[in-house]
């Protein structure tokens, strides 16, 4: 396949980052209802993805201790807008947590394809108590399987603060593998009112935070056709930055590794550049980092053999020519009302970014004997001499003080 190196473009082709309250309130959660795009093949059935913190039991060794400041987050598929009579949120003794339950959900670019995530962010109003139990119940109305008609996910604090959020570095790559049809996958027209258009799954590349409490946001930036001199087609560019996937952050000792995900996206109309970008969101779901967006131009694959028997007849993998009709518009996921649970007002305001202050740099080390700003020195294996002259005199005075007794 023909690939063109990949490059980066600047914040300012995006969407703005969300600065405060009134930024966060559209990306969190709308207040106009809109019902998800109808698709003809599509389970849309909830089932549960991943939760933070992780759905273990509190007796595991596995199990994180979450913070007292900190929200639970539920990423699941199919069509539910979470109400308070489908979530509750207990303490050990039972006492019922008035919290916010804010949902929004990705976009999904190929139609009839997996389902875009939705991201549930429960958040207290109060801060939690300090070692202690509690559990998050959710029973959505139309589970896909038994074990999502009732989730559990319970969970112990910890004495400590959030942790900080750290320096993070944004996407590293955005590839495609296609060779012998890897990263591809051809259209899917055996039933007319279920078609899945050909489609690329990306590979998204980034070094994450060594914060569990963070989640990633990941957006498609932007999508660019071009013709045939390498201009834009009209019609045919998307600038507007979709939500395409979401991430849960990952413990300090997986944070060595870097993360891979996929990201599908239609095959047709080639030739054209697709940018991507990822996103830190805190636990009020406000974005808490930037970052440049990594841009890969695709083209039309080349066929090449498939290793089969040479006596066959045909052994190259072919493909298609991309056609008008493998071409959808990006599904917007469904906007659900942010709700109140136990009388939480559901219009609570979300608290504006913490201030910027700059840690305090620690002193640099100094060479034995080398006075340091405050006048002291720095001794790695003999004491001051003040502190020894000292020691000597206080020494004196015990001996003359017991010679007086005596």
């Known amino acids: ?69 900190g929200s639970m987050k539920i990423a699941y598929t199919g069509s539910w807008c979470p109400s308070d009579d489908q979530v509750s949120f207990t303490d050990v003794d039972g006492a019922e947590l008035p919290a916010l339950l804010m949902t929004t959900s990705a976009h999904q670019l190929v139609e009839n394809g997996p389902l875009g995530v939705n991201l549930l962010i429960v958040k207290p109003l109060m801060s939690l108590a300090e070692r202690t139990d509690y559990t998050l119940r959710l029973e959505p109305p139309n589970p896909r399987l038994r074990e999502f008609a009732e989730v559990e996910l319970s969970f112990k604090t910890h004495n400590q603060a959030l942790a900080t959020i750290g320096d993070f570095r944004g996407l590293r790559e955005v590839s495609l593998e296609a060779a012998c049809g ?12 279920c078609v899945i258009p050909s489609h690329f799954n990306l590979s998204l590349t980034f070094k994450p935070l060594p914060n569990p409490e963070v989640t990633y946001a990941i957006y ?68 808490r980092a930037e970052s440049e967006a990594k ?7 080349v066929g090449c053999p498939v290793g089969c028997d040479p006596e066959a007849g045909d052994c190259t ?51 034995a004997g080398e006075p340091s700003e405050t006048g002291c020195h720095v001794g790695h294996h003999g004491a001051h001499p003040a502190l020894i002259w000292g020691s000597v005199l206080l020494i004196a005075l015990l001996g003359l003080r017991r010679k007086l007794r005596i």
């Open 1 to 69: 396949m023909s690939v063109s190196q990949a490059r980066s473009i600047p914040l300012s082709r995006s969407l703005p980052l969300i600065a405060g309250a009134s930024v966060t309130l559209q990306v969190v959660a709308s207040l106009v209802a809109t019902p998800l795009h109808a698709q003809g093949c599509v389970d849309d059935r909830v089932a549960i993805e991943w939760t933070q913190p992780p759905r273990l039991p509190i007796e595991d060794d596995s199990s994180l201790r979450w913070p007292v400041e």
């Open 317 to 367: 993998f072919i493909f298609a020519t991309p056609e008008p009709f493998s071409v959808n518009e990006p599904i917007v996921g469904e906007s659900c009302d942010r709700q109140g649970l136990y009388d939480a007002d559901p219009d609570t305001e979300i608290p504006p970014l913490p201030s910027g202050e700059p840690e305090a740099e620690p002193e640099p080390e100094m060479e």
């Open 220 to 287: 498609r930036v932007s999508s660019t056709a071009f013709d045939a001199e390498g201009q834009p087609i009209a019609g045919e560019v998307d600038e507007e930055e979709r939500l395409v996937k979401f991430l849960p952050g990952v413990t300090e000792e997986a944070s060595e590794r870097s993360i891979t995900t996929l990201v599908g996206t239609l095959y047709a109309p080639l030739p054209r550049e697709e940018c991507y970008r990822v996103e830190v969101w805190d636990e009020w779901g406000r974005s």
């Open 295 to 301: 841009c890969l131009t695709l083209t039309q694959p």
């Open 182 to 193: 890897e990263g591809y996958t051809d259209i899917n027209a055996e039933d007319f009112e």
